[in-house]
């Protein structure tokens, strides 16, 4: 089973950065498989951004020119540059990888803004 390793979070002042990073193995490592969730106190896991086909990116319009995804081939990670962080970005950042036959998540990391 595909085991993923989520870090960088923290707590950080609104207008601050982190760049959250998700690891697995090399034989589950697929960049357009995976993608980066969050789920906010009180509300439902939402998408935040993933790779579509190719290099090409989707991003939740929340996060549109704040965040970028990107990935480290060689080291089987991908990343997750988040700007400009505001109050409302609070929550519980998940990794996810979509196999042929299943969805694997990570533990999650915790990012806060205070303002």
């Known amino acids: 089973q595909a085991q993923l390793v989520e870090s960088g979070g923290g707590l950080v002042q609104a207008g601050g950065s982190l760049r959250l990073a998700c690891t697995t193995s090399e034989s589950y490592f697929s960049p357009n498989a995976m993608a980066w969730y969050r789920r906010p106190p009180g509300k439902q896991r939402e998408l935040v951004a993933t790779?579509?086909?190719?290099?090409?990116?989707l991003y939740a319009d929340s996060v549109k020119g704040r965040f970028t995804i990107s990935r480290d081939n060689a080291k089987n990670t991908l990343f997750l540059q988040m700007t400009n962080l505001k109050p409302e970005d609070t929550a519980v950042y998940y990794c996810?990888?979509?196999?042929?036959?299943?969805?694997?998540w990570g533990q999650g990391t915790q990012v806060t803004v205070s303002s």
């Open positions: 790779y579509t086909t190719g290099a090409s990116t």
């Open positions: 996810r990888l979509q196999t042929w036959n299943a969805a694997y």
